[in-house]
Structures are given as structure tokens and as C-alpha cells.
């Protein structure tokens, strides 16, 4: 069965503290993308990535950076950490070419205090 | 600017209640769409996308959407609800880009199934 991995489940971290949120796909998929839910907001999406070592912001990129050093590995970081950066957050993959719809990981609620 | 909306944030039905959930989106060019289903403490998964051709399209559990592009609408239906369909779904529109597509998501509706 594909997967998309996420690392954490649920994170608890101090503000100010840089934090890192890991992500892995075993589908051989050239897109990742890093999103988040909030009630009654939807998904946003934060950083998305259609090849290694390459990124592009999505709509609210502010607060926040990734990494893609490799194909199945796509990393957000919050270099420093703010409450308003309390949410769940999700990763997703999909091929490249048509679009067949994306592959969720299962998400990590992050809290920040 | 492209959006999505939905149209109920919280959608109450019985069991076998039949179920439409309202999406429209604001763009002019190609789009593809979908929807996603998220069951509670469950990853999104897909439900059901459109790319061309007939415009009514089934997915998986019964559900079906119709793409109505008069009215830029991809509503999403099912005749008869169960409790399990309890969840939350999400439309999404892909827009053609230049560069690369985007992908835009809708907020969301809850939607409870009463036994």
C-alpha cells in the first residue's frame, strides 16, 4: 500500500523554539506539497516542491521554509515557532503529468505554548 | 483572486437521507476537480475527480459529482447516506498554470450521519 509518512503525530514545542516537520512518500512521486488545516479554513497551502532541491511558496509561506534534498523527503521547518503556528499539519504527494490527485499523510497536530 | 467555497459548513442528515453538498469555485480557465473525504482521526482521501469528458463522475462509496461549468459548480451527491458516511469533505479545483497547476481547497463541510 502507497504511503505518505509523517513523522509526528502530534508535537508539543516552546515558542521561539525551530521546529521540524518531516515528511516521506514510497511512491516514487515527483510533487510534495505542505499544507494546513484549520477549522473553517480549509487546507492552505504552505510550500509545495515538483523536483529535488526545488521549492516554490504557496499562500502563506510566511514563517516558514523546506527542505528537499531528496525525491521521497520533503521538510518544513518553522524556524522560529509562534502560537499562531498551532494547527495540523499535512503532506501530500501526487506524480507529475496529469494530475491523479494528491496522497495525504496523516498529518501532525503541532502545539505551540 | 481563485476560490472555493461550500456551501454548508455543517450538514445534519439521517440514514438514508439523500446528500448534496454545494461547491463552486471563481475561475475562468481549465480546472480540474475533486473532492476528498476525511473520516474522523483518518488521512484525506480521495473521492472523486473530474478531468473531461462526462460530466457526471462516480467515485468510490455511491458518490457522484456533476460538473455543471455554466454555473462553476461540482456539487457532490449520494442517494442514500449511513451513519459511516460521517466525515468531513473537502472540493478542490486544480487551475492550469504557466508554470505548474495549484491546487485550491474549499473550507470544508462536516457532515453528521444520525442513525
Redesign the interface.
Known sequence: DVK?TQSSRYLVKRTGEKVFLECVQDMDHENMFW?RQDP??????IYFS?DVKMK?KGDIPEGYSVSREKKERFSLILESASTNQTSMY?C?SSPSG??Y??T????TRLTVV | AQSVSQHNHHVILSEAASLELGCNYSYGGTVNLFWYVQYPGQHLQLLLKYFSGDPLVKGIKGFEAEFIKSKFSFNLRKPSVQWSDTAEYFCAVNIKGTSYDKVIFGPGTSLSVIP
Open positions: 505518505v499544507y473553517g479554513l480549509g487546507l492552505r497551502l515538483y516554490e499535512l501530500a496529469q494530475l490527485g494528491y495525504f499523510g496523516s498529518g
